[in-house]
């Protein structure tokens, strides 16, 4: 089945510098994929989507690479502030035999000193 | 104007009781969808209603139900709650036909704690 695998452990970066997330899956390639942003306490914020046939999108700061021969995807943050600090969830859309579902992985906390 | 709300915020149930939680969709939207999390994880997709039909299920056992009403809100209901069901539950809503491509919108949760 498919598995989605982001770095458990926090990422400590120094502000103003770039932040780069990675978020693997295995198995057969979504047509797209999904970055979303998580506070503590609270429900996630969607960011960015990214399609199979897109190799790079970007919003202000942020930058998503979609690499469907690696099966990797990756999210920067550029010039990163104290206030990125958050816990970053890639999801995928699978189909299982009730329909579609979408799959998170298990979030990548970003801790940006000052 | 006013995002997803969920209700209650938290609730403290014992092993065995039922549990109904809540969720009102972003005025418009017909799409709702159900997520566990627990702590330290990512969401878990648990149900999508979309025009009050079951549109996806996830890996969970019968013991979950959920239902969308004629106005779009949604009830999640789980039996027989055992202590590993303890997590914050959390709705998301969307326009669109109900496709994951539609930007998801999350309520802010309803904690859940299982003694």
């Known amino acids: 089945s498919q598995k989605i695998e982001q770095n458990s452990e926090a990422l400590n970066i120094q502000e103003g510098k770039t932040a780069t997330l990675t978020c693997n899956y295995t198995?057969?390639?979504?047509?797209?994929l999904q970055w979303y942003r998580q506070d503590p306490g609270r429900g996630p914020v969607f960011l960015l989507l990214?399609?199979?046939?897109?190799k790079e999108k970007r919003k202000e700061r942020l930058k998503v690479t979609f690499d469907t021969t690696l099966k990797q995807s990756l999210f920067h943050i550029t010039a990163s502030q104290p206030a990125d600090s958050a816990t970053y969830l890639c999801?995928?859309?699978?189909?299982?035999?009730?329909?579609?579902?979408?799959?998170f992985g298990g979030g990548t906390r970003l801790m940006v000193k000052p | 104007d006013a995002g997803v709300t969920q209700s209650p915020t938290h609730l403290i149930k014992t092993r065995g009781q039922h549990v109904t939680l809540r969720c009102s969709p972003i005025?418009?939207?017909?799409?709702v969808s159900w997520y566990q999390q627990v702590l330290g994880q990512g969401p878990q997709f648990i149900f999508q209603?979309?025009?009050?039909?079951?549109?996806g299920r996830g890996n969970f056992p019968d013991r979950f139900s959920a239902r969308q009403f004629p106005n779009y809100s949604s009830e999640l209901n789980v039996n027989a709650l055992l202590l590993g069901d303890s997590a914050l539950y959390l709705c998301?809503?969307?326009?669109?036909?109900?496709?994951?491509?539609?930007?998801?919108?999350f309520g802010p949760g309803t904690r859940l704690t299982v003694l």
């Open positions: 998301a809503s969307s326009g669109g036909q109900g496709s994951f491509t539609d930007t998801q919108y």
């Open positions: 198995n057969y390639s979504p047509a797209y």
């Open positions: 990214i399609r199979e046939n897109e």
């Open positions: 999801a995928l859309t699978m189909n299982n035999n009730a329909g579609n579902m979408l799959t």
């Open positions: 005025s418009g939207h017909k799409s």
């Open positions: 209603y979309y025009e009050k039909e079951e549109r």
